[in-house]
């Protein structure tokens, strides 16, 4: 059974760090693709950061240059380093991954089937 589970959520001051934490278990990571994704009150889940089998990573728009998907393959975690962070990142932050091929570049909240629980970022001005 997969199982992921998330920590290293917080209340922090806007302009301050933040890094997540994803424990992964149950499957090889080697053949999943592995994303962030955020949650705000109101509003549907979409992709932060994204990380591929072999390691390429993408990031939202929004996100990019503040936040960086990295893994550490030894631990099965993923992390989501968050620097400079704003009052709109403030939502719940939730680790999701997907059995995929080497070409897969999946995006879509919808293409993910394994799905943490979330942890709370809220970020106060």
């Known amino acids: 059974e997969v199982e992921l589970l998330e920590s290293g959520g917080g209340s922090v001051q806007a302009g301050e760090s933040l890094r997540l934490s994803c424990t992964a278990s149950?499957?090889?990571?080697?053949?999943?693709?592995m994303a962030w994704f955020r949650q705000a009150p109101g509003m549907e889940r979409k992709g932060v950061a994204f990380?591929?089998?072999?390691?390429?990573?993408d990031y939202a728009d929004a996100v990019r240059g503040r936040f960086t998907i990295s893994q550490d393959s030894a631990k099965g975690t993923l992390y989501l380093q968050m620097n400079s962070l704003k009052p709109e990142d403030t939502a719940i932050y939730y680790c999701?991954?997907?059995?995929?091929?080497?070409?897969?570049?999946?995006?879509?909240?919808?293409?993910?089937?394994?799905w943490g629980q979330g942890t709370q970022v809220t970020v106060s001005s």
């Open positions: 999701a991954g997907v059995e995929c091929e080497d070409w897969s570049r999946p995006r879509a909240t919808y293409a993910y089937t394994d």
């Open positions: 149950g499957y090889t990571r080697s053949a999943y693709c």
């Open positions: 990380i591929a089998r072999g390691g390429d990573r």
